[in-house]
């Protein structure tokens, strides 16, 4: 048995995916260049500081106590600070975005956890990539 | 042996040839050994520190530390080797910026398995050594030039290396008689049992004071 309600819920969501491929596309890139970006900052900042990393592995650091020292100091710092920012702005924003989500609430608790966690691997990957601390750490 | 190199060579491809900073060097250092090395500049003086402080890993020959071959260790061999036995006293200092004195100090510490209560203890006596307590919390841009090398110097003791590498670490020294006994280049000097007081830091002094003949070779070690 299901409802007018919920078969006009079920008949809109589907037929606004098929009828809007290109807002699918949109949002899937945007994400994408999202991660990217988040990526590129952490990897940047990481090797901005390949100076200390360079004296810290003549004192005795070993490469990997640099790559903790990346992951850890960047994760912590301001990957968690722009995370806060993101979802604040995220969470005043959906208000905006409300008559186009069929099925979800604008305040999804689960897509915002998944879009956190999401953000917070990819700050973390850019903490550790190749050309971040993983280059520093080769510094001699 | 402390210290064995035998036909090291370092050099950077150049057009068609190379160009050699280092060529067929060949030095032996035993124990207790306080060595000066000299040479004009370019001679290649802090390139060879670098090598034998494992900084550098990019030149052939083969080296000896504590008859341990250097040169067929992995990176992570000669980190461990270099960490347990070398202190290094960089020419431009190299104190990390944002850290303040008493956090320079630790560094080396935090990097071998030295416990919090002991690393308090190492580094409160080290700045007592140095006199300058007064500057442990302080960051380097707001330390004189003397003062930076004297934390260099400082950083590179304090973990009580069997081997210090210092790499022109007295260019800025003011140094006081009480520092002159506890400090930084006289560690060479005790290390051989020889105390007395004086002005090891002129540079004539510190040529004098090198056992080794080798270690005035240099200018001719680069062809």
């Known amino acids: ?140 | 042996m402390l210290i064995s190199l035998r036909n090291v060579e370092k050099s950077y491809p150049h057009g068609v040839g190379r160009t050699y900073v280092l060529r067929r060097v060949n030095v032996d250092i035993k124990e207790g050994e306080f060595v000066s090395i000299m040479g004009p500049s370019g001679a290649g003086k802090s390139t060879l520190l670098h090598i034998l402080g494992m900084h550098d890993s990019a030149w052939s020959g083969e080296y000896y530390f504590m008859d341990q071959p250097v040169h067929r260790l992995n990176p992570k061999q000669r980190s461990e080797l270099h960490k347990k036995h070398i202190g290094f006293v960089f020419q431009s200092y190299h104190l990390l910026d944002n850290l303040t004195v008493y956090e320079n100090l630790e560094i080396p510490l935090s990097y071998r398995n030295v416990s919090r209560k002991d690393r308090q203890s190492m580094v409160g006596d080290i700045l007592d050594r140095f006199q300058i307590v007064g500057k442990k919390d302080l960051y380097p841009n707001q330390l004189s030039g003397g003062q930076q090398q004297l934390v260099g110097v400082a950083r590179a003791v304090i973990a009580n290396p069997q081997v210090i590498l210092a790499d022109e670490p007295t260019g800025n020294l003011h140094i006081g008689p009480r520092q002159r006994n506890h400090g930084a280049v006289p560690i060479a000097e005790r290390k051989r049992g020889d105390d007395r007081p004086g002005d090891p830091f002129g540079s004539e002094r510190v040529v004098r004071h090198a056992d080794h003949p080798a270690a005035r070779r240099l200018g001719r070690w680069k062809n």
């Not at chain 1, 960047?74 to 604040?88: D, F, N, T, Y």
Request: aromatic share 4%; net charge positive.
């Open chain 1, 1 to 140: 048995m299901t409802t007018l309600e919920q078969y006009c819920r079920t008949v809109g969501r589907d037929a606004a995916l098929h009828r809007d491929p290109a807002s699918a596309a949109f949002a899937a890139l945007a994400l994408l260049l999202a991660g990217f970006g988040l990526f590129s900052v952490m990897a940047y900042s990481v090797a901005q500081r390949r100076r200390e990393i360079g004296i810290r592995m003549a004192l005795g650091a070993q490469a990997a106590d640099v790559r903790s020292l990346g992951r850890h100091r960047r994760r912590c710092g301001s990957g968690a600070m722009g995370l806060a920012i993101g979802l604040a702005g995220a969470l005043a924003a959906a208000r905006v975005l409300d008559s186009l989500l069929f099925g979800v609430s604008p305040s999804d608790p689960l897509t915002f956890a998944g879009v956190s966690r999401g953000a917070a691997r990819r700050a973390a990957a850019g903490g550790v990539s190749p050309g971040a601390a993983r280059d520093a750490a080769s510094t001699r």
